[in-house]
Each structure stands twice: as C-alpha cells, then as structure tokens.
C-alpha cells in the first residue's frame, strides 16, 4: 500500500493556516439581504400577538416572516416531526424561532429583530429531567413527556444479584456540554431564476438540510440544491440544526426573490442550537468473588429538552452501551428521554454515550476496589473479545481489539502498581467500544453514494454525500481513491459535497464517513480500474486477472513482463471514447434490534479502546491537573495515523472540558446563565496534559482497507477515566460532571478519608 | 458589530489632552477590554493612545516610572521590570493568553479595574501611584484610592493615565504571586494573592506587603495580615494565622456567597502557601 496508511498532510491545514477559506461568512451575493431570528425570551408561554411595525418601519428593514408565510409544512422534519420551524400558539424554550426578520445589513436586521414585539401569556416551565417525566399536568410530549423509552431484558437480573458477592449501586449526574465549534451556524440561500434554490453553509448533512427546505418551501427534492460550505468545526453541533438556519433563510429567499445569509452570533448560538444532553443515571452492578461481572441494571434518563430532534437515536446508542464492553448475561436497562421546557439537545461526539459510561466505568472501578482487584484485571476478566456475544446479544467475530489496547496502554505507561504513595497523583482507567455507523436506529439511511472522474491529463475529482468537518474526511478519502486508482494524491481532488452530485448518502455522524464514503468510494474506483486494465490487457496482450495498479502504472502481477503507465492507459481510454467515470454505491451490513427486548446486531462492527489518565490533585483548593493521558485505540486500519492520533488528542481534550470544567446551565426561569467563553469554560492548549495516542488494528473485513470509523471515540471514556484518577489519588469519588475544585473539596472535606484500596 | 462613530489617533500627548478636554472620548490603549464592551453599549468615540509613546520604563533613583501603554507582554521581557518588580512581572505574565498580553496594557488593566485584575494586587504591594494629567492639570493618586469600586476609578473625564510609579522594595524582598483559576490560559482570576516579605538580618519578618485580587469588592492591601507578619518569625503556624484572618476578612466585606464554604478556606490555604513560598525564597528575590 503507498497511500493508504501514510502519514499524509491534511490537505485544507495550508490554507487553514494561511488564513485561506471560503467560510459561509466569507461568501457574498449581488442584492444579498441578511436576517435575524426574533426568538422567545421565556421558557414556555402561550403567543397572544405578534407586533412587527416598528421592526418594519426601522432603515434598511425590509420583511418580517412569521409561520403563517410558510408556504409548506411548519415542521423541521428529523425523526418524531414534533419541532415547527417558526413557533404558532405556544413556545417552550428559550431562544424558540418565532420570526425571521430581513434587512440590507445584519446589524440592522438585528435591531429590528428586537423591535419585534411578541406578547405572551407565560405558563410555568418544567425544567428538572425527572420531574417532567410522567408529570402530572403538564404535557409537553404525549402523555408522559418521554420522547422515547428503550429497555434491553437480557437474563435474570433479579436472580444473578442475589448470587454476586459485591453489588455496587449509585446516580450519576452530567451537564449539558456545548460543541463550542469555532465557527457559529450560519447560512445563505440563493433563489435561482430557474425555479431552483440553492443553499450554502456550515452543515454536516446536506441532505438532512435539502429535506426541510423541501419540507417548509412545499418544493420537490429537485429543486432545492444543497452545497456544503467550509465548515469550521461541528462535533455534532451542525447535524439537526443547519436545517432550522436553512428553513430561516430559504424561506425569505424564496418569498422575495434575493439571497439571505443568516450567521449566528456566539451568545445566541449557545442559547438557541443543540447541545449533550444533561443526565440521570442509576446503576447497579454486582460481581462475584472471582471478579465476574454478572449483572447489570440501568436507569438511563436523559434531557431532550423542549423537542425530540435527534433524541430517539441518541437513546439508543447510550442504551447499547450503557453496561461497557463486557460480557454480561443479566442486563436490564431502561432509558428515557423527556422533554422539557428546555432548548432541544442532539447529537455531540458520543452520542448519549459519555454520559452512560461515565457511569459504568465509574462502577467497575468501584467493584474492582470492593474485590480488592486492580482496575485493569477487573477489566481484563471481563471485557469483551472475538467470540464473545454483547448485551444486545450480538456476536463478535472479527476486530475485536480491546485487550490489545489494554495491553498497550499499560505496557506504555508503566502504571505503578506497588505502594500507593501519598503524593494527591493517581491513575484512572477506563475500557470503552464505540458502535461503528448508524446502528439499527438508523438503517434505512445506511447507504452511501460517490463519484469518481478520471480526467484526460489523468487528474481526478470525486463527490461523496458525506462532509468534511475538520476532521480529515478529504484527506483520507483523498488517499483511498489514489490508492484504488493509482493516481498522485495531489492530483485527485474532492468536490464540495452536494446535494446535485451524488443521491442521498446520509448524514455525516456516528464515525461513518472512511467507512462509508470510502466503501462507495472504492465501488466507483473498483468500476473505472475495470475499464483501465481491460484497455492496459489489450495493449499488453496479458489477460486482466494477472495485471495489477503499482504507483503509477498497470503492471504485471508477476513481476516480469510489460507494463504501461497510468497515464498512458487513460489517454487510450480517451482516444477509444471509453467512460472513466463511475457512481459508487455502498450499503451497510444488515444491523437489528427487538424493541421490546432490546436484543439484536445493534451495529455493523465496534471500535474498541482504553484510555489511562494520570492526575495530580491539589487537597487544599481541589484543583485537578491531568499530568498525563494514554489512549489505546482499536481502528481497525488508521488510513492516515497522524489525523488518526489528531482525533485521539482532540477527543481527549474535548474529554476533559466534559470531565472538569464545562458547565452550562439554566436558572430557575430556564435562561441558561453562562452562554459565553468567559463563563463557560473550556479548556485551552495550555491545559492539555501530555498525550500518548496508540494505534491498535484489527482490520474490519468490511472496511475499506480494514478500516472503521473512531472519531467519536477519544471522548467517551476521559471522563470516567479522570473521575477514578481523582479518586485513586486522593479517595474521593465524584459522581456528578464536572469534576470542580468545590466538589472535590466537599467530598474530601465531608468522607475524612475514606481509604483507597492498597495494591 | 462595533458602532463606533469618532475614532481619533493623536501624535502626541498635547493633541491628545485637547481632544479629551471636551470629555466626550474614551482612551483606546490595547482594547482587550474595550472593544468587547464597545460591541455592546460601549463607547462611540475613542481615542487611539498608540501613536503617544507611552510605553517607556524609567528608572529613578528611587522609583520605576512604567508608561500606562506597556502591555503585559513588555513587563514579562523588560529588564528593568522584571528585576525590580518582579510581582508586577509575574502577575502580567498570568493575564489572559500571549495574544491578549500582546494587546492589553498595564493602563488598561488599572483602569478596566476589574475585582479580578491580575496586575492592580502587584502594584497595590508596590505602592503604586497613577499620573494622571489633563489639558490643565497633573496630579499623582495612589493606585489603592484611584480604583474606587469595581469597575470604577476617580479618573475624570478629560483625564489621561499616563503612568504608573512603583516603588521597589528595600532588600532583602521575598515575593510570590499566587493565582486561582478554572483553567490555564484565559483564566479569569477568582483570587489572586501578591505577597512580599522584607526581611531583617536576623530571618524575621521585618515588614510584609499582601494585597488580594479577585477576594474583595475591590483589590485592596490586607493591612490586618501585614501587621499581624511584622516582626515575627516565619512560621508555618504563623501562616496559618494569617491565612485565617485574611478569610475571616473576606467574608466580612464580601458577605456570605454560593462559593463562600469553599473560597474561605482556599483562600486561607493559599494564603498560607504564597507565604510559604516567598519565605522559602525560591518565587524571587528583589
């Protein structure tokens, strides 16, 4: 392999540096209007009127749309189609869209947009997660308020705890986090002469964007066209909430016939889009002497906030992974996901994960010191392996890396396992899987789309349906199609996704697009090499079969013989009017799940790690500084090691603003109280511990190359890993996110020590 | 969007002082502070002071003269800063990030008067002293009574800050600079502690400076824990005194709050740490 596994440069990092992009807030268009969003000041409240004249009698102001302009449905469709685009009788939550407001500036769009007066009759919201679920008057979602209820029954919990020598029991507590992309929302909608409208912006699906601009427009798929712009940053921030921004500027574009560009400011982007859903969770947990985890019970209960959104399929990753990556035969989960009078959360990198294994791994770190066990052996006896069959019942054949990464992990650390010294450092493990793709929940959208064009002068472009986000998708891609094709990679160039270019591959989300993208990617190249080496078997008078693509040239599979270059191959395709141009299409290994009973192949494969943090713990003011973090990662084949690592040390810091600093939260009217950089803290460079990123592969037959996808991995398990460094290096267990100096300081002030476990 | 209808960028001080004499501008130095605040209903017109060159360390005799447009950055490099006053240097050293130590200005620092300020509790040790001159007037104000409230100071409307005058402490000095945070970089303090220690000949404490950023209404000297130092010889059970008495002074005049149980005794710890420290000589001499 000459490309695939090289340690190639992202191809945008030159023009990043330089400063170089096309931003949605760098494009502009002749006679383009701006908008602003007049959104609701209170958490819930019945809307009397809508007062908009002063707004329009304001310079520059020049339209007010409300919902009763939409020329379609009022409805951002994502899975439940309980969310309107613009608010009609009632809003419930704050920052709610009521009305988009057009003006030749943005500033002034913007004041107008306060001078829009809405009267509202206030009702009194329901904020807490626990109390909205079955409350007894106020119904924000069905009878309930749960969005959606997940169980998995597997075994006989009842009767395998009554025969476990520990049972560990606990609730656990996480925050919202917010995605904190670098780049807020933003949108521009271009009508076209034509009929046609086109949408520009910062988005991870296009298709998901090209849906509800359809949707609300009342137009066939046809006509609306969807190009992804650069985007800087997402982390599942721009998967459900680019389509309300495009809805807010396709609407106006349409209605006056001019291009809209809408960009979010930081405040308003952090009041008013999506953010990790804020959990409950209680868990049980029992093992037997010899250190066998043998049943396992959760109560999962997760913040949706006012509309389902994406929460359905949030549920149900959390759910299948809500007992960690181990063997356990009596599993009874069952998750919730409530609305409330709070602003909808969605996807960020995990997925309803982190918070689920927060909880678990916190648990088996409490069994292992209740069993005397090192927390690594407690793991080890474990933890899944080929062979082994998962809570959901699901068979593991291949790429079954996880005690490869343990290994590893402990083999680079050198943890220390004698005396523990009294020093306030500590170590913290954590052994995490991460389902690959959509999983069950969201089959019928795993299938993917690309094209592949081989020019004349031998350059080639090629289109997928999947997007690239800061994450090196194009540089990956970019290496599988010069490796398929034998093509420079400099000479091979992707396209910016478009809805035009390819059919409806799926949202960009869930680790999918090496996997999927470069499955298609390899179906369109697998076609054109086709067609290369029967013009090269011609010429060479050597049969297909024994011919092969080697860095530049179609040659002989035996090493003698003639070849032809590449180039030359396609300049006789040219001159026999041969096509070098092919549409893959990849599609999914089949996934199942049992509703009532939660079993089934949930996902396609599983990526699999273990990450090690070792913190210091200042006893006096509870301050915690990471020293040092190992992460193990079974990827199956890193395509490009250095973006691969690049995720590990992103995910880890991204990790720790979950585990120690992010807070964001509502006050008792449910205005979140620090939507800003200054209050809500995430961390910077200089709070990054040293990072030791391992590569572990297993290759996933299906993958291209091996391949699967890992992005959202390095998140999930820093948390839980810092709670049981805190806790090994100064006895205090933290249940609750984030790990704050105070709440340290509490437990240490109110356990007087309770003792760690000597190993 | 900034709505910033007047923006004047005099050459020299003269020109400066005319235009602020009709009252109605306000001094731009660095900006870290004011043009976020000028995104909201911040003020409209500035004044630029880069072209003033007002950025000059002079030594005196007995005074180090810093110019109020120094940013943090050139307190962390000047040789002359960093050795008399090495506080000073070490608390610029611990503002914001690189690239808002390389915009903002001790001036502005002094001026924003933020509770938090990381430079006001160094200066407040050094005894510090703001000039401020007008068309028609010059008049010097001791840094403590010029920051009258948070975010307030006596500058008068047609008032420039042109310097700020410090006083290096006789030797042998032992210093420290403690700070609290939640995190490395842009770290907004929620307590910081300059402490000096002058010792005698003998290994006792022969006078002590504590100023607390971040711990009080406004940065201010603990004159209490100073004389409760003076004299004595250091002792661990000597900063533990001091330590407690500064938190019994911090609920006093800030009254009880959501973070009270835990900032009272941190501050008290870290009080007794920044004591420690400096005694220990190992944070720096001057």
């Given at each position: 392999m000459a490309v695939v596994g090289r340690r190639v440069r992202r191809v945008e990092s030159l023009d990043r540096v330089k400063g170089v992009g096309s931003f949605t807030d760098d494009l502009t268009y002749a006679g383009m209007l701006h908008a602003a969003v007049v959104r609701s000041p209170v958490a819930r409240a019945r809307i009397k009127h809508i007062e908009t004249g002063r707004a329009l009698r304001r310079a520059g102001a020049e339209a007010v749309f409300t919902f009763q302009d939409i020329p379609g449905r009022n409805v951002v469709p994502i899975i439940l189609e309980d969310q309107p685009f613009l608010a009609e009788e009632y809003v419930n939550y704050v920052g709610e869209p009521i009305a988009v407001v057009l003006a030749s500036e943005r500033e002034t769009a913007r004041a107008a947009a306060k001078e829009v007066s809405v009267r509202l009759e206030e009702l009194p919201p329901i904020l807490d997660l626990l109390k909205a679920r079955r409350h007894p008057r106020v119904h924000l979602f069905g009878e309930d308020n749960v969005f959606k209820h997940l169980r998995i029954r597997r075994g006989d919990t009842a009767a395998a705890f009554s025969s476990c020598d520990v049972i560990v029991e606990n609730e656990y507590r996480t925050p919202y986090q917010e995605h904190a992309y670098i780049e807020p929302e933003a949108m521009i909608a271009i009508p076209h002469p034509d009929g046609t409208i086109e949408i520009r912006g910062s988005m991870q699906c296009p298709f998901y964007v090209r849906k509800a601009v359809t949707s609300v427009l009342g137009l066939p798929e046809s006509r609306v066209w969807v190009v992804q712009a650069a985007t800087g940053g997402a982390f599942g921030g721009k998967e459900d909430v680019p389509s309300l921004l495009a809805c807010q500027v396709a609407l106006p574009a349409w209605k006056l016939k001019k291009p809209v560009k809408l960009v979010y400011d930081r405040t308003e982007d952090m009041v008013s889009t999506s953010k990790r859903h804020p959990s409950w969770v209680r868990y049980k947990s029992g093992a037997t002497r010899d250190g066998v985890l043998k049943a396992v019970?959760?109560?999962?209960?997760?913040?949706?906030?006012a509309y389902s959104t994406l929460s359905p399929a949030v549920l149900y990753r959390g759910t299948v992974h809500a007992a960690g990556p181990y063997r356990c035969d009596n599993v009874k989960v069952d998750s919730y996901v409530v609305a409330t009078n709070r602003v909808p959360t969605g996807a960020f990198r995990g997925f309803g994960s982190p918070q689920i294994l927060f909880a678990a791994e916190s648990q088996m770190d409490q069994l292992a010191e209740r069993l005397g066990l090192h927390p690594a052996e407690l793991r080890r006896r474990n933890l899944l392996r080929a062979g082994d069959t998962t809570i959901t019942g699901q068979k593991l054949t291949v790429s079954v890396g996880l005690e490869e990464t343990l290994d590893?992990?402990?083999?680079?650390?050198?943890?220390?396992?004698?005396?523990?010294?009294?020093?306030?450092?500590?170590?913290g493990l954590s052994t995490v899987f991460y389902g690959v793709g959509l999983g069950a929940a969201g089959k019928h959208l795993?299938?993917?789309?690309?094209?592949?064009?081989?020019?004349?002068?031998?350059?080639?472009?090629?289109?997928v349906g999947t997007t690239e986000l800061g994450q090196g998708m194009t540089t990956v891609l970019s290496q599988i199609v010069s490796e398929e094709l034998g093509t420079p990679l400099e000479c091979v160039q992707m396209i910016a996704p478009d809805t035009s270019r390819v059919p409806d591959s799926g949202p960009t989300v869930a680790s999918r697009s090496t996997t999927m993208s470069g499955n298609a990617l390899k179906d369109a190249c697998g076609k054109i090499r086709d067609v290369l080496l029967a013009e090269a078997s011609r010429a060479l008078r050597i049969p297909v079969s024994d011919l092969r693509i080697v860095e530049g040239a179609i040659v002989p599979a035996k090493e003698e013989g003639p070849s032809m270059p590449i180039d030359e191959a396609i300049k006789s395709c040219t001159t026999a009017r041969l096509p070098l141009?092919?549409?893959?299409?990849h599609v999914s290994t089949s996934t199942s799940w049992d509703d009532r009973t939660g079993q089934g192949d949930a996902y396609v494969t599983y990526a699999w790690a273990t990450n090690l943090a070792k913190v210091r713990v200042d006893r006096e003011t509870g301050e915690v500084t990471v020293l040092k973090m190992w992460a193990a990662h079974d990827v199956g084949k890193a395509v490009n090691p250095t973006l691969a690592e690049g995720q590990i040390e992103g995910g880890i810091l991204?990790?720790?603003?979950?585990?120690?600093?992010?807070?964001?939260?509502?006050?008792?009217?449910?205005?979140?109280?620090?939507?800003?950089?200054?209050?809500?803290?995430?961390?910077?460079?200089?709070?990054?511990?040293?990072?030791?990123?391992?590569?572990?592969?297993?290759?996933?037959?299906?993958?291209?190359?091996?391949?699967?996808?890992?992005?959202?991995?390095?998140?999930?398990?820093?948390?839980?890993?810092?709670?049981?460094?805190?806790?090994?290096?100064?006895?205090?267990?933290?249940?609750?996110l984030p790990i704050t100096p105070e709440k340290i300081w509490n437990a240490l002030r109110s356990s007087r020590r309770v003792p760690v476990t000597q190993r | 969007m900034i709505d910033v209808t007047t923006y004047i960028r005099p050459g020299s001080l003269e020109e400066a002082l005319d235009v602020l004499a009709s009252g109605e501008f306000t001094p731009l130095a660095g900006g870290t502070d004011l043009i976020p605040h000028a995104r909201g209903r911040g003020p409209r017109k500035m004044l630029d002071l880069s072209g003033l060159s007002l950025d000059r360390v002079t030594r005196t005799a007995s005074s180090i003269e810093v110019g109020a447009c120094?940013?943090?950055?050139?307190?962390?490099?000047?040789?002359?800063?960093?050795?008399?006053?090495?506080?000073?240097?070490?608390?610029?050293?611990?503002?914001?990030?690189?690239?808002?130590?390389?915009?903002?200005?001790?001036?502005?620092?002094?001026?924003?008067?933020?509770?938090?300020?990381?430079?006001?509790?160094?200066?407040?040790?050094?005894?510090?002293?703001?000039?401020?001159?007008?068309?028609?007037?010059?008049?010097?104000?001791?840094?403590?009574?010029?920051?009258?409230?948070?975010?307030?100071?006596?500058?008068?409307?047609?008032?420039?800050?042109?310097?700020?005058?410090?006083?290096?402490?006789?030797?042998?000095?032992?210093?420290?600079?403690?700070?609290?945070?939640?995190?490395?970089?842009?770290?907004i303090s929620r307590m910081s502690l300059a402490v000096c220690l002058m010792m005698d000949g003998k290994g006792s404490i022969k006078g002590a400076r504590v100023s607390a950023g971040a711990v009080f209404p406004v940065a201010r000297r603990m004159r209490e824990v100073e004389r409760l130092l003076a004299g004595e010889s250091p002792s661990k059970r000597l900063f533990a005194e001091a330590g407690a008495l500064a938190a019994q002074l911090m609920v006093k005049e800030s009254g009880v709050r959501w973070s009270t149980p835990y900032k009272r005794p941190v501050l008290a710890a870290l009080l007794e740490r920044a004591l420690a420290e400096a005694a220990s000589g190992n944070f720096g001499e001057q």
């Open positions: 019970e959760v109560e999962y209960v997760i913040d949706g906030g590893r992990v402990l083999e680079a650390s050198g943890w220390p396992t004698g005396q523990k010294r009294d020093d306030g450092v500590g170590y795993a299938r993917t789309g690309a094209r592949v064009i081989v020019h004349a002068d031998g350059s080639v472009t090629f289109s141009s092919a549409e893959g299409w991204q990790g720790l603003g979950f585990a120690l600093t992010e807070n964001m939260f509502t006050d008792e009217r449910g205005v979140i109280v620090n939507p800003d950089f200054s209050t809500y803290i995430i961390p910077t460079a200089a709070d990054s511990p040293e990072i030791v990123s391992l590569l572990v592969e297993h290759p996933y037959p299906d993958g291209p190359h091996g391949a699967k996808g890992f992005g959202e991995q390095p998140l999930m398990g820093v948390a839980p890993a810092v709670a049981n460094a805190v806790r090994d290096a100064v006895g205090v267990r933290i249940t609750e | 120094a940013t943090h950055s050139e307190l962390c490099r000047d040789a002359v800063v960093t050795k008399a006053l090495p506080l000073l240097s070490k608390a610029a050293a611990l503002v914001g990030t690189k690239q808002v130590r390389n915009r903002g200005t001790l001036g502005g620092n002094v001026v924003n008067a933020s509770p938090c300020a990381d430079t006001v509790p160094a200066l407040l040790n050094h005894d510090a002293v703001a000039v401020l001159v007008s068309k028609d007037a010059r008049r010097k104000v001791p840094v403590e009574a010029f920051i009258t409230g948070p975010y307030a100071t006596c500058i008068g409307p047609n008032e420039l800050l042109t310097s700020i005058v410090c006083e290096p402490l006789e030797k042998p000095t032992f210093v420290s600079f403690l700070k609290l945070g939640r995190r490395q970089a842009v770290n």
